[in-house]
């Protein structure tokens, strides 16, 4: 399958890779699923606040590092050999795309931000005021959230597995 990603604000990729099996979609679930519960859960914890320098910048670079792995999920740019990307648990990029509609404008920036604020180490960090330092999490959560309720609306339950539903049961 030719996967050739479309996302605003980043150059289309096209790749030759293989598509997962319907097995490995069923266990990658639980990974997606933990995946937006460390996101919902961090984005809980940093709203209320941590007093340490160090232990609040710790908690929000996990946040923003399953923003980014939800983000390339549901809307891949750089999509690579092994990777799960959305569309595969649709059988159709095209499909998923429908469904998604475009990357909220909202996420646009900040997975501009995430890249150059924190992933790699760039000349604009230098460039950013602090009032403009500033993640608003639970609004980045709840984006990402209306776009895992549009995957989960669309997706064929065999797909997921119940461990993913019913986490620690």
Not at 64 to 90: C, K, M, N, Q
Not at 105 to 115: A, N, P
Not at 128 to 147: C, M, Q, T, V, Y
Request: glycine fraction near 8%; include cysteine.
């Amino acid at each position: 399958m030719t996967l050739r990603s479309t996302c605003q604000g980043q150059r289309p990729s096209s790749i030759d890779r293989r598509t997962p099996t319907s097995e490995e979609l069923k266990s990658m679930s639980v990974h997606l699923m933990y995946e937006y519960a460390m996101l919902d859960g961090l984005a809980r914890k940093l709203a209320k606040g941590e007093d340490e320098e160090l232990v609040n910048n710790a908690l929000l670079e996990a946040f923003l590092i399953h923003t980014r792995v939800l983000l390339e999920f549901f809307f891949p740019a750089h999509v690579r050999e092994g990777d799960v990307v959305a569309s595969d648990y649709l059988g159709s990029e095209k499909a998923w795309e429908t469904i998604r509609g475009d990357l909220p404008g909202e996420l646009v920036e900040i997975r501009k931000r995430v890249g150059k604020e924190v992933a790699h180490l760039t000349l604009q960090r230098l460039r950013i005021p602090p009032d403009e330092k500033r993640w608003n999490f639970l609004a980045i959560a709840a984006a990402i959230g209306g776009i895992l309720e549009k995957f989960a609306s669309a997706v064929d339950p065999g797909l997921i597995s119940d461990e993913a539903l019913n986490p620690g049961a």
